[in-house]
Each structure stands twice: as C-alpha cells, then as structure tokens.
C-alpha cells in the first residue's frame, strides 16, 4: 500500500538466504534496465502479488517448449512474468525474515532430478520464454452528470486534450446520476467518438509525440431512478470498479469545470500513497468566529476560495478537501464498512459526498488531503461567469481563446443553470447540521 508494489519477496531463514537482497539501486532508477532473466535472482520466499496479474500467466509459464511440464524450477516461468509485467517500480523488497524455509535433503526436487535436467528447465525459463513488456494501468477519471449535460461535449474534448501523462492512458468513466437524459449523455458520448474517429483535430492531437496524447477511452454508466445515491453516486462507481481491475488510484472531475491540459498530469504527480490530493479544501481554528455551540463553521473556514485561487495561503494541506478536482488513492475503498455509509445508514448525507469522504480520511485513517498547487486549477464555469472577482485571478491563468470558449459556452438562464443546480443551493443540504455532527457524534477533532 505504501509503494503500489505489484510484486513482493522476502526474505526468509534457511538455505540460500543469503541470496535473498533488494533490488540494485541502479536498477530501481532506470539506469540499468530490468531484466530478471537475465540478471541475479534475489527473489527469495515468501513471494505475493496482486492477483490482476494472473491474466497476465499462462500454461506455457509452466511448460517447456513441447508442452511437457517443468518439475524443477517450477516457478520461474510465473514469477520471471510477474516480475516484468510488475516493473522495478512496483517490486516490493521485505528485509525482515518473516519465513522458515526447511530443506529435505532426500526428497526435495533438488535431490531426486538430475542436475543436468534441472539446468535445461532453468535455462527454458531463462532463456526459452518470451518475455513481458510492464503493464501500464489506465489513469481512472470518474464525472458524475446530473443536469449540466449541456457542457459534457466540450468537457470530453479537454480531458482528451491532457497532456504529459507519459504512456497512461486516461479512461473517462461517465456516471449519469439522471435517467432521463440517458439518451442525450449517450448521444453526446457517440458524437465525440465520431470527432475521436474522424476529426483532423483529434489526429494531429495523436501525432504529436511530445504531447504524447493517447485517445480518451469512455464508459458510459446510467443510475436508475431507485439507484441515485446522489453525489456519493461516485464513491459507490468506484467501489464496483475496483472489483473488476487493478486500480491505484482515482481521479474525480465535476460536471461543472474547465480542466488546463495539464491538470491531471499535475494530480498525478502530486498523488501520494495513503492521500488524497485536491486543489480545494478548508482548514479551521478553534478561536475563528463559530457556528451552533461554539464548534468551527463550514462556512467561515481559516481561509476562504479567494485565498486559494491566489495563492495567499500558507498551509500545503486542509482537514476538508473537495471531490471535484482531486485524486484518491483507491486503497480508501478498502475501508468500505465505513466509507460507504452514506449508501446504505446515512442515506441523508449522500449529497454531502465530500465531508463524509474527508472526515474518513482524516479522523479514521490519518491520511493527509493535500493541496496542490495553486498554478495550474479548474475553472468553475459558473463561477467564471458571474463572480467578478472570481473571474478577473482565474482568466489570467487561461489563453484568451479558452477565455471566450468558456464565456461563448450555451448555458442555461435558469432552471438547470450551472449554479443553480449547485449542491449548495440545494435547500435540503445542510453541511453546517453535518459539520458540526460530524465533530459532536462522530467525534471529529476539526480544529
């Protein structure tokens, strides 16, 4: 959990364990190649691995060439794959002896086949298999559409257009929590295919090798009208997810933003193992002005929107971080008896997403919700409409062609207006009433 290993081995008491060692630091850095066949084995018991990795193993890992099966060195062939398929980068090493290994010097295989038999068995594995390029996940984005559709089709074309991502290719998964525009989310997602497809924009965009842009994969899921769980709608996407692939961590996007075309790459390097990194959140003082009871306000944090868009702020963390625009490390679905709640006993506060989300992170786990830096944020396209200060620091940071792209966007006037759909018009969201149960009841610490 702490590195994102794949792979791990060590180390153990008994025969051989002096041969058990880390990696080479010149190895682990890229300036000599990994290749495990052809370099020393140090890959001592116990060895795990993350079970995505068996679809990666087939009979022929454990066969030579004419199909027979190898009977010493019988788990070469899977882990020499695993080992590639892992990288240096996520090879775990354990120091500490954890493992007896005891050796049977009459019935071992090492004593009953032949040394020359087990020399072409090691050399097959060696020698005799094709091996693995390392596997490179999807980068997991996760938009949750409610009643701004009428953005969707402009906002699939900036997440194509993320750069510096390397060879990770994003995979957009669209969770339309609003049935009754299915059809519209699906016509829309079909129309961008067309443009991915047939475009000269989307071509020269691919061509680009020092963009290194790989086309944008969509899923498209539609909530029924019994199914909703309102914005925790995403946290419930994602626990299924997760059961189906290997993910390391997730990225979670509004329905309502501009992203910079580096703003995911910006994520990703900020993400950290056992964090959440976001580019808003709050912080909060005891002896800061108080709601109800003399507890910290929601709405009177330490430093306010403003702070964070300009930078004036001195802390790198907050004890409160918001969803959209963030990346999680996907291991706080481990914990899902408790982050799940607001699917299942605390159904009110399933509009409430982040400070359920945030109040697991910091006071159950000890994680930290990091903040990012200030140079390169979404834009929130209605508050780039009409909030004046909001605009006048945000546009500095845009070229004037997305300045007038953003403002020449179709929005509605009223009705499903980007800000008026907002949770915090909802009237039936209280985050203060949670707020401050959340610090009484559940005993969170805030300040």
């Not at 850095?29 to 020393?40: A, H, L, M, S, V």
């Not at 080992?83 to 290994?101: M, T």
């Not at 900020?270 to 002896?287: D, I, L, M, N």
């Not at 004036?312 to 481990?334: H, M, P, Q, R, V």
Request: charged letters at 25%; aromatic letters at 12%.
């Amino acid at each position: 959990m702490d590195t994102g290993a794949f792979f791990t081995y060590g180390s153990y008491k008994g025969r051989w364990e002096e041969q058990i060692k880390d990696l080479p630091s010149n190895v682990r850095d890229g300036e000599i190649e990994f290749k495990p066949r052809e370099q020393t084995w140090v890959y001592g018991h116990p060895r795990t691995f993350k079970a995505h990795l068996l679809e990666h193993v087939t009979k022929q890992d454990f066969q030579h060439s004419d199909g027979s099966w190898l009977i010493k060195c019988t788990e070469r062939g899977f882990v020499y794959r695993m080992l590639e398929l892992a990288g240096p980068s996520r090879i775990g090493y354990i120091a500490e002896k954890i493992y007896n290994y005891k050796f049977s010097t009459t019935s071992s295989t090492l004593a009953t086949v032949p040394p020359e038999a087990r020399a072409a068995m090691l050399s097959h594995t060696i020698s005799g298999m094709k091996p693995s390029e390392p596997l490179v996940p999807d980068l997991d984005v996760v938009l949750l559409v409610w009643k701004r559709t009428y953005l969707l089709s402009s906002q699939l074309v900036w997440l194509q257009k993320q750069i510096g991502l390397g060879k990770r290719q994003v995979h957009l998964h669209l969770v339309n929590n609003n049935w009754m525009t299915s059809e519209t989310v699906n016509e829309i997602v079909n129309k961008f295919k067309e443009w991915q497809a047939l475009s000269d924009e989307m071509k020269e965009l691919v061509s680009k090798s020092e963009s290194a842009i790989l086309p944008l994969k969509v899923t498209v899921s539609h909530n029924n009208r019994d199914q909703v769980y309102h914005n925790f709608a995403r946290f419930v996407y994602v626990d299924e997810l997760r059961r189906t692939k290997p993910i390391d961590e997730v990225v979670f996007v509004d329905d309502d933003q501009y992203w910079p075309p580096t703003f995911v790459s910006t994520l990703l390097k900020a993400h950290q193992p056992k964090s959440v990194s976001t580019w808003y959140g709050k912080t909060f003082r005891k002896e800061q002005e108080s709601g109800e009871g003399g507890l910290p306000s929601y709405w009177k944090p330490d430093a306010g929107l403003t702070d964070i868009i300009t930078g004036e702020i001195e802390y790198d963390s907050f004890k409160y971080g918001g969803t959209g625009g963030s990346i999680f490390d996907a291991n706080l679905w481990l914990l899902d008896s408790q982050l799940l709640r607001p699917a299942r006993d605390l159904s009110s506060w399933a509009k409430i997403d982040d400070l359920w989300a945030s109040y697991v992170i910091d006071a159950l786990l000890g994680w930290n919700i990091n903040r990012i830096s200030n140079n390169v944020l979404p834009i929130d396209i209605g508050d780039f409409h009409k909030k004046k200060t909001y605009y006048n620091e945000l546009k500095k940071s845009v070229d004037i062609s997305i300045e007038r792209e953003l403002l020449r966007l179709p929005i509605p006037s009223n009705g499903a207006g980007i800000l008026t759909v907002a949770t915090y018009a909802d009237t039936t969201v209280d985050k203060q009433a949670m707020f401050e149960s959340l610090q009484t009841k559940f005993m969170w610490d805030i300040a």
